[in-house]
Structures are given as structure tokens and as C-alpha cells.
């Protein structure tokens, strides 16, 4: 099969031939209808992240059930699914304690390692090279094998190539407000960064009653659509500066502000724009090394909070068929997310429209 392969960031992304062996017990194997492009997958390419190489990238998608490994009764052939790059092991006490976005198995095994569960990859290239998966997923292929709880099965009336953004950029953005902060109805909230993930947390925070959504990005046009996306106020962040912006619109500071750009920067603005009782939500994710700074002091006194929000911490096989439902229920939007669609073999173009010209989200087609 045909697939996007990373080896450094010095080396060009390849399309080449990869082999992909059988699902073993407890996996499935997926052939890929859609795989969105990320800024998780841009910082493994200009290096910014450790990971395992040689790598097949991708970890937002969805695609068709076509083979069963042994055991997998939970899904069956021809059942259309969203990927999930969380794949709960259901045996950790995160897993069991119902916050299985904090999987131990996935953080110390499949994500860091590049493997499935028992350690080993499903891919190699003529024979004897092994290729690595990315996030237990790699969905920048024709097909993939990933853990059964990996694969979430979603209705069929969904289209299914639009719906891979739910994998990642809705999940991610969604769970942050509704499932991470908790947003309360009758909340200020700013979100930092108007890009895939940012108009997810928009929407959530729409979702969650929010009383003012506050969008601020350097780009007019991101702005301009967090307001269809929910947002009350926008800010020109190219023109003005952000914190001062802020506070004219919110004199007292907000209640949730999200960063998600995940900059040193847009951090330190996050803190520094809360109110009473607040909490900056970090979502977007630095490079790694990356060190913000803040002073403990104002933290304490005004009883405020910094959360971590991986994955918006979902319940994959909970969360993500119900955003789906939202989505076709029509309280949520997807298809404004979709940028264009690309031909996988396409996929470094993709990657400069994402870098480069402003795209929030390119869809590879296999």
C-alpha cells in the first residue's frame, strides 16, 4: 500500500510502498477514507517533537472496518469509524477510573515508542525495515491496523470523510471546554488562536452557554469565522495588543481563557488575561523544551488555575459518536473547518498550505 513516510527533518517526506501486516488479537484493520493534516503532524516534521523514525505520519481520520483480528467483537466489517490517536487500553487505572484520555498504556508505550499494545509495529517496508506507527495510528496510508478501542464506530449516514476532523481538531478542541474546564453557562471565555483546534474550543465554549467568546488570531480571516463559529468579539492581534484588547472588552479579566496556539507567548497571555477564580486551559501544544513563566503570587491570590488538556480529555468511544451527532444534528460545524481536499501523494503540498497559506484543515484522500 502507498503511504507518507517520515525518516528526519532534513529528508523529504516520502510517498512510497509500505507493507502492512495482518491485525492481531484485539485489532482491526481501516481503510483510510480521509486523514486530516494537523499542527501535531507539522512539529513532527520540522523536528520539533521526539519521535521514533522511520514513521508513518497521520492521527486524525476515518475510513471502513475491513478485517478483524481475533477477539475484536465490538466492531464489525464495513462498520465506518473515527480514529482515535487515544486508544484506550480499558486496564490502567486512568482507563478504569473513566479518564482514558490519560491512558498510561498509550503515554508510556504506543505514543512514545511508536508501536502498538504488545509492543511491535504492524509496518515495514520491503520486508525488513521497520516502520514506526505514529500515535498508534498513522492514518497518512491507504490503510491502517490499530487497536480495536482505537477505531470508535459512528453512524453511516455521517460523511465519512469530513467526519475525520472529529478525531482530533473537534475532539481536542470540544472536550477542552466542555469535558477539561467545565465551562459554565453565563462564562467569559478568549480563545487564543482561530486555527483548526481554536474555532473547536469556540464552539464548544457556544455549546457550554458561554456568555462572551472573546476570538483573538493575527489573522482577519480566522477572526472573521470564529464569529460564525459563535464568537461574540474578535481581536486583530497583528494590530493591537492582545492583553490590553482584552481587558477593554473584559475590564475585570475572564473567566476561561484558552491558549490554542500553545507559544510561550500565548501562554504567558492566557494567564495574564484572567479574572477572579479563573483558569488558562492550555491546548494548543509548544515544541518541546518550551518554558513559560508566570508569577506564583497573582496565581494564589486571585485563586486562578493553568489545566493541561490532552485530547480534550474525552471518552472516545463515548465523546466522539456524539460529536458526529451534533454535527449532523447541526450544532456544530465541520464543513467550514475543511480547507481542501488533496490526493495523499500531495501530502507535503498539504503541509505548506498549513505552514504557509492559512489552512486550518487539508484532507488527504487516499
Request: charged share 20%.
Amino acid at each position: 500500500m502507498k503511504a507518507i513516510v517520515f525518516r528526519s527533518p532534513d529528508q523529504p517526506l516520502e510517498y512510497t510502498d509500505v507493507e502492512l501486516a495482518a491485525p492481531k488479537a484485539g485489532e482491526v484493520r481501516v481503510k483510510i477514507a480521509a486523514a486530516g493534516v494537523c499542527h501535531s503532524d507539522l512539529h513532527i516534521k520540522r523536528g520539533e517533537w521526539d519521535a521514533p523514525a522511520p514513521l508513518v505520519m497521520g492521527h486524525e481520520g476515518s475510513g471502513v472496518v475491513v478485517e478483524l483480528g481475533e477477539g475484536v467483537t465490538s466492531l464489525s466489517v464495513g462498520d465506518h469509524v473515527v480514529l482515535s490517536w487515544v486508544p484506550p487500553c480499558g486496564e490502567c487505572r486512568y482507563c478504569r477510573s473513566g479518564h482514558e484520555a490519560r491512558c498510561q498504556k498509550v503515554a508510556t508505550v504506543v505514543a512514545p515508542k511508536g508501536v502498538l499494545f504488545d509492543g511491535t509495529s504492524r509496518l515495514s517496508r520491503e520486508g525488513d525495515e521497520t516502520m514506526h506507527h505514529y500515535l498508534g495510528v498513522s492514518s497518512f496510508a491507504e490503510e491502517v491496523v490499530v487497536p480495536a478501542s482505537g477505531a470508535v464506530k459512528i453512524r453511516d449516514d455521517a460523511p465519512l470523510d469530513v467526519v475525520a476532523l472529529v478525531g482530533c481538531a473537534v475532539a481536542t478542541g470540544v472536550g477542552a471546554v466542555l469535558n477539561t474546564a467545565a465551562v459554565e453557562p453565563g462564562s467569559t471565555v478568549v480563545v487564543i488562536g482561530c486555527g483548526g483546534v481554536g474555532l473547536n474550543v469556540v464552539q464548544g465554549a457556544k455549546l457550554a452557554g458561554a456568555e462572551r467568546i472573546i476570538a483573538i488570531d493575527v489573522r482577519a480571516e480566522k477572526t472573521a469565522l470564529a464569529t460564525q463559529f459563535g464568537a461574540t468579539d474578535s481581536i486583530d492581534a497583528s494590530q493591537v495588543d492582545a492583553v490590553a484588547a482584552l481587558f477593554e472588552l473584559i475590564p475585570d479579566g475572564v473567566d476561561y481563557a484558552f491558549d490554542a496556539i500553545g507559544r510561550t507567548t500565548t501562554t504567558e497571555q492566557a494567564i495574564t488575561m484572567l479574572g477572579l477564580g479563573g483558569a488558562a486551559v492550555i491546548v494548543g501544544l509548544p515544541p518541546t523544551g518550551a518554558r513559560a513563566s508566570f508569577e506564583p503570587l497573582v496565581l494564589a491570590e486571585a485563586d486562578q488555575r493553568i489545566i493541561g488538556s490532552n485530547y480534550g480529555s474525552v471518552r472516545p468511544s463515548i465523546d466522539i459518536p456524539a460529536l458526529v451527532d451534533r454535527y449532523m444534528d447541526g450544532q456544530l460545524k465541520l464543513d467550514p473547518l475543511v480547507s481542501g481536499r488533496r490526493p495523499l501523494a500531495e501530502a507535503a503540498e498539504a503541509f505548506d498550505d498549513l505552514e504557509f497559506r492559512g489552512a486550518l484543515r487539508t484532507l488527504l484522500i487516499p
